[in-house]
């Protein structure tokens, strides 16, 4: 009996070390969730087709309007933010005239400059090159005419002395270019004086509209008479400050139907006033407040790209807009979030727009025209940070093509910071499970990500290119691929 139960026992031993060879003993490994089984796509990068290079992407003014008081305008927390959290990396102010009995200003000099040489130390802490850019709203009051014209083209426009102030329009008085370039050449110098080399100057804001704040009205052939006599004078001084403009609508400077009679259309008809603006810039409005929005900023872009930034070999710029809510989508007749993430992306595709600036970065309260209220942050702010934080100056854009007409997707080589960046936007209402294919892709990609919830441009995790695999997309997302480190 007692054999019997040592052979019992020794069995029993054997059939559980046979279990253990077979693993029994060794960890198990967690599971492998994969992404829900969801439709898939293919997206395509062709690094060998190369678009614009990126000039950067920002906004206007301080941490709150110009009108505020001087202590509210900047706080280090706030320039921490917007440098190295957001990640402006081009900062547009205005240039603004002496005040005048009947016409106070919002600020001057002595009220700008604690925050541009604060975001200049805050640029410099992250060694970054920040563009500070300039726009004249209204040359001083005494250098301007009153005017009257219909339309930029108009051959019966007028203009004379009279009564004027910086407000309400005018234009400036054409025997006073002289001292106009040397009011400019002034104030390019306050830049300088404070350690700062001003990047880019426009001669105008808004060129078409008479304004109850600052403002100052040309005609195409005005502007390009000032233009040809005010620029060769500033360049004398400072060849490096490149002129933007005109600063005109998107709208006018591109629908079908506008495109022909507007302010680009006669720059590019002046080979000497071609010559005088380095860069064509746009505002993204229909009238100067409404946000151009939508599918129909795809032909205007296009139309922009077609007759003028391409044939006259300029970058083109967007370098104001706003009118935007928070929410995530439209909201009656205002476009939201996910409505900016496309309008930045239609910029990028269709216009190989090289720069965007928001209208104002922040103010005392977070609207549709502020990004910010100080360092509270909302959707605008995420939506604007997957493409301001991670495309960088020197970043170029590369093919990139979708199998999904949902899919918006553009892509960027920085070859100095070794970085790879794709931007993809699923504007569908179904989730997705996305490929992305292309020679010589890094193998993994970190993933952030913002939706209409909890996600504001947050890690989410890491995913790998490759045909064989894939990661989820969800509806009416923006997602921002980074490879190569930190773009900052």
Known sequence: MKNQIVIISLILCMILLSFCKKGGSEPTPDPIVPDPVLPKINITIDKSTKYQTIDGFGFFGAADVWWAGAGS???DAW????ISDLGITIWRNEIFPPSIAGANQDADWAKQKPVVQGLKEKADKYNLNLKFI???WSPPADLKWECNFSWAGDLAATRNAGAVSTKNGGTLNPNKYTEYADWLKSNIQLYKDAGVDLYGLSLQNELMFRQTFNSCMYTSAWFNEMANTVVPKIKANYPNVKIFGAENMLDM???DENWSVFYHSGIKKSVTTTANIDILAVHGYSDGIAASSGSALAKMWTNHAAQFSTPMNKQAWMTETSGYVDAWEKTGDKPGALNLAMDIHSGLYFGNMSA???WQGSQGTMNEFSLMNGTTTGKKYSVSKQFYRYIRPGAVRVKSTSSDQDFFVTAFLNTAKGTHTIVIIN??????????KGNDLPTTF???RTNSGTENCTYIKDVNSGVSNSFAVPAKTIVTLQAGGDAL
């Open 73 to 75: 305008l900047w706080n």
């Open 427 to 436: 504007s569908g209402s179904a989730d997705k499970a996305v490929s992305i």
């Open 134 to 136: 300039a726009t004249v």
């Open 79 to 82: 320039g921490e933010k917007v």
């Open 356 to 358: 965007w600036v928001w």
């Open 253 to 255: 400077e591109g629908k």
């Open 446 to 448: 970190k993933m952030y």
